[in-house]
């Protein structure tokens, strides 16, 4: 089993920043990649970005050159990290940590971000 947990969504204003962090716990050995997907009202769920255990990064193209994808990671857990500069009010959604594995794919509960004025 893997628990994931998102923190750091709020409401921002237009070429504002936010960083959103997702904790990663229990089976962590069984995740080759992290993802972040967002959803907005009446659409439907798309990938954001991801990143792999070796570090390779992918961005959808809407947020190429705004958002920034990281990763940390020890024995307990692993962390990963949106960075989401010069955010737009389309960027306006909630936002969801996944974590594939060869069992199942697992989700997290979602973190709102609003942009807006």
């Known amino acids: 089993q893997v628990q994931l947990v998102e923190s750091g969504g709020g409401l921002v204003q237009p070429g504002g920043s936010l960083r959103l962090s997702c904790a990663a716990s229990?089976?962590?050995?069984?995740?080759?990649?992290m993802n972040w997907y967002r959803q907005a009202p009446g659409k439907q769920r798309e990938l954001v970005a991801g990143?792999?255990?070796?570090?390779?990064?992918?961005?959808a193209d809407s947020v190429k050159g705004r958002f920034t994808i990281s990763s940390a990671r020890d024995n307990a857990a692993n962390t990963v990290y949106l960075q989401m500069n010069s955010l737009k009010p389309e960027d306006t959604a909630v936002y969801y940590c996944?974590?594939?594995?060869?069992?199942?794919?697992?989700w997290g509960q979602g973190t709102q971000v609003t942009v807006s004025s």
């Open positions: 990143i792999t255990n070796g570090g390779t990064t992918r961005y």
């Open positions: 229990g089976s962590i050995f069984s995740i080759y990649i």
């Open positions: 996944n974590a594939p594995t060869h069992v199942r794919t697992y």
